[in-house]
């Protein structure tokens, strides 16, 4: 957080000066390590986080042990906001899938700054409603589209989340995420590679061929890219 302003999380940067400043001196900046767990389905959150860089999967598990990802988020979302809302129990998990910085707040002060700003209340309920068609468009499709799709939509929403090309992602990571076998992932990645889409190694994806990965991803990764630059633009 600067001297001059909120930090580098947009929805921060979203609120007035006035609202801003009820939050200001609750906002305590932390690390988001890989795979530490911000919130677990059915416990009570502690703390809402404003991501300023870095990224958090938001997966839901199934009774036979086997988790899928519902929402990547990063610095234009929050995390654990509706349920801070809502009865403060988390309906998800929230993991981080990349590390860095992020903004946390007291779930007790969430409460009583959403109460005193309306304009704050306002923003982290059309989040809410952002990440509610995020959820619903990544059922879609898990349902009706090709692997090859899903992996190139979630990638790609990674990299908008990172600004980088070069993503520390896993194969094991990404079929955890997507719900499918590693060796369709391994398939898939590798015919992308194949055709210059992507190059991997161990521990890591790369970028290399951005409008032809954009062209094998299918129409979910605009409407989710759609559906936050709404957000992002004040609109409902």
């Not at 703390?47 to 990547?72: D, K, N, Y």
Request: some cysteine; hydrophobic content about 45%.
């Amino acid at each position: 957080m600067t001297a001059s302003g909120p930090p580098p999380n947009r929805l921060l940067q979203m609120l007035g000066a006035a609202d801003f400043a009820l939050l200001r001196p609750h906002l305590v900046t932390i690390e988001l390590v890989r795979e530490s767990v911000l919130g677990e389905a059915g416990s009570t959150l502690r703390q809402v986080h404003f991501p300023h860089h870095g990224t958090v999967s938001i997966t839901v598990s199934l009774s036979e042990g086997q988790s899928i990802a519902v929402a990547m988020l990063g610095r234009d979302s929050v995390v654990g906001g509706g349920a801070a809302l809502a009865d403060g129990m988390a309906a998800s998990d929230a993991v981080v899938l990349f590390p860095g910085t992020a903004s946390a707040l007291d779930v007790t002060v969430f409460r009583t700054i959403a109460a005193a700003s309306i304009p704050f209340r306002n923003l982290m309920i059309r989040n809410e409603q952002v990440l509610l068609a995020h959820a619903q468009q990544s059922l879609l499709c898990n349902t009706l589209h090709p692997v090859e799709a899903r992996l190139a939509r979630w990638l790609l929403r990674a990299r908008d989340l990172s600004d980088s090309e070069i993503l520390p992602l896993t194969q094991e990571a990404l079929a955890q995420m997507m719900g499918v076998r590693r060796n369709a992932i391994s398939l898939v990645a590798h015919e992308l590679q194949r055709a210059g889409i992507i190059r991997y190694s161990r521990g890591q994806i790369e970028i290399t061929d951005l409008p032809a990965l954009e062209a094998t991803s299918c129409d979910c990764y605009a409407a989710v890219k759609a559906h936050h630059a709404r957000l992002l633009a004040g609109q409902q």
